[in-house]
């Protein structure tokens, strides 16, 4: 019997390394590591309602946020065993908290996980074998929200320099059908916040980029419509709004700006929400529900 664990197979035990070493083992996702906070954030999201004379319809609600997200290494590389191959997944837990800038209530809690799935390798048993095969996703977001909604997006990481390209994104449903009323859309202009483009939420990262001299940059995108994506959703979700798509961007730049230099974080994200058939044509309306924000690292 011996206590040498330097003989065992990588992966056969799990001891978390040194902070820097742990970090340096995340890939892409090392410069989460900590804490940010941010009060810019938007969160703009259509639900089910009903009229006076009692026939469906929708409300929109928009609301200005304030946001913490905490991101903490694993500690150590996770073996998932293939047989002739081993992936040793690397990765974050995080928590989030959103409070109404006006109510200074919370509106929404988050935890989940960012992994970090590239690194695959053969297990040590001295057999040839075929080189492991090509990694199509490196990057994973598993949420759980207490809408009672499970979210695995998946997607990839590209470096970067100077300010990114932050997307035109449309906040409005694209398809409505062909309505017999003007104005249905009305909500989405009016929404009682003039500094808040409802058209294209992403106007309010590129505001944020003003005046900033952007470093380098790392771009995640992830997307549940990516093959091995999913949401899972309790069926009164289902039943009444059936979230067909969930596609999450977090832009980690280096920020030089007033003699400061800080790391702030950016993401746009959007859950595809389906309720309500549409006006004079087949199907159902898809309504778009948008989150944007820029925080800061502490």
Do not use: C
Not at 11 to 28: H, K, M, N, T, Y
């Amino acid at each position: 019997m011996t206590n040498d664990t330097h003989a065992l197979p990588k992966g056969f035990i799990r001891l978390s390394g040194p902070a820097a070493e742990v970090e340096d083992q995340l890939g892409p996702l090392a410069a989460l590591v900590g804490t940010w906070r941010g009060n810019t954030g938007w969160n703009m999201i259509a639900v089910p309602a009903r009229q006076p004379d009692g026939n469906p319809t929708f409300k929109l609600l928009v609301q200005n946020y304030s946001e913490t997200i905490t991101f903490t290494p694993i500690g150590a590389p996770v073996p998932n065993r293939g047989g002739v191959d081993e992936q040793f997944i690397t990765g974050l837990v995080y928590n989030l908290t959103v409070t109404d800038n006006a109510t200074e209530g919370i509106l929404h809690i988050e935890n989940g996980m960012w992994l970090y799935m590239g690194d695959i390798q053969p297990q040590p048993v001295g057999l040839l074998h075929d080189a492991p095969l090509p990694i199509q996703y490196s990057i994973a977001r598993q949420s759980s929200i207490p809408h009672g909604d499970v979210v695995i997006a998946l997607g990839n990481a590209i470096i970067s320099t100077g300010k990114p390209t932050i997307p035109i994104i449309d906040g409005l449903p694209p398809d409505i059908g062909h309505p017999t009323l003007r104005g249905y859309l009305d909500p989405y202009l009016n929404t009682g916040f003039r500094q808040f483009n409802s058209k294209n939420p992403n106007m309010m990262l590129e505001e944020a980029l003003e005046n900033q001299t952007i470093g380098k940059v790392t771009t995640i995108t992830v997307d549940t419509l990516n093959k091995g994506g999913s949401i899972v959703n309790i069926p009164f979700i289902d039943q009444h709004v059936n979230p067909s798509r969930f596609v999450s961007t977090f832009w980690i730049e280096e920020v030089f700006t007033d003699n400061v230099n800080f790391l702030q974080l950016q993401y746009s994200q959007q859950a595809d929400l389906n309720f309500l058939p549409k006006i004079n044509a087949p199907g159902i309306i898809m309504w778009p529900h948008v989150n944007v924000n820029t925080l800061r690292k502490q």
